[in-house]
């Protein structure tokens, strides 16, 4: 076994031994001594791998991303790529679903502060958005929509006058990285309002699982579902999307 060899196999055996520490304890669980005393090795050995703790938790959130956008991947594979209302459905139920399932993953990548720009959706920051694995898969499906057809969006000078300089580094970062994405949206289609109806829709859908991974509910809820379904539905209809597709 050569020594790169070796190296990786520990590289992957320490994110591994993370991975176990933040789904059995948390992410304040995953501490650099934490994992030098479950692999029985010393922590100053593991800046052999990582520059600093934030490093390798950097790491381990794209790990989680790279999970996440496997199964959104998977379950767009059982779709027509014309089914662009049912692909927004299936990244949208997805998104819960993987949640629900991996609250710690969950409170690692959409709930704990970061100084990085890893954490997975993009978001209006500009050129530090970054493009990771679920952000390619949720702007892939965002641009096939557009690209299909002109949504039902606000005027730009609708946008509230506050938004428009940040609305204006999210659109070109989301033209930039939809096009990277392998899918040609006409840039008209993309104005301000539509990247303000993309924010809303974001905040919108990470509220609603938000509040049912933490069980924040203002009072208590027997059946999520048919809420989350309720709202999915809204979002599409406001857009000028239904079950059928675009809707005039």
């Given amino acids: 076994m050569t020594q790169a060899t070796r190296r990786a196999d520990t590289d992957r055996a320490i994110r591994a031994q993370a991975r176990a520490l933040l789904v059995r304890d948390g992410p304040q669980a995953v501490t650099l001594r934490a994992i030098a005393r479950e692999m029985g090795i010393t922590a100053p050995a593991l800046y052999r791998y990582y520059a600093s703790h934030d490093d390798l938790i950097e790491h381990l959130r794209a790990d989680v991303c790279e999970d996440l956008a496997g199964e959104l991947a998977r379950d767009l594979a059982e779709l027509s790529e014309d089914d662009r209302t049912g692909q927004v459905m299936a990244v949208c139920r997805g998104f819960r679903r993987w949640a629900l ?148």
């Fill in 101 to 248: 399932a991996h609250p710690q993953e969950f409170v690692l990548v959409f709930a704990s502060p970061s100084e990085a720009t890893s954490n997975c959706p993009a978001g209006p920051n500009g050129a530090d958005v970054p493009m990771d694995s679920f952000g390619r898969i949720f702007l892939s499906v965002a641009g096939g929509v557009l690209a299909s057809g002109p949504l039902v969006v606000p005027q730009d000078r609708d946008v509230p006058p506050s938004l428009a300089a940040d609305l204006t580094a999210f659109r070109g970062e989301l033209l930039r990285v939809i096009a990277e994405s392998g899918v040609e949206v006409p840039e008209e289609r993309l104005g301000l309002g539509t990247a303000y109806v993309m924010l809303q829709a974001w905040v919108r859908l990470y509220g609603q699982v938000a509040l049912e991974v933490f069980g924040q509910f203002p009072f208590p809820v027997t059946d999520p579902e048919p809420l989350f379904e309720s709202m999915l539905a809204d979002l599409l209809r406001e857009v000028g999307l239904g079950e059928d597709g675009f809707h005039e």
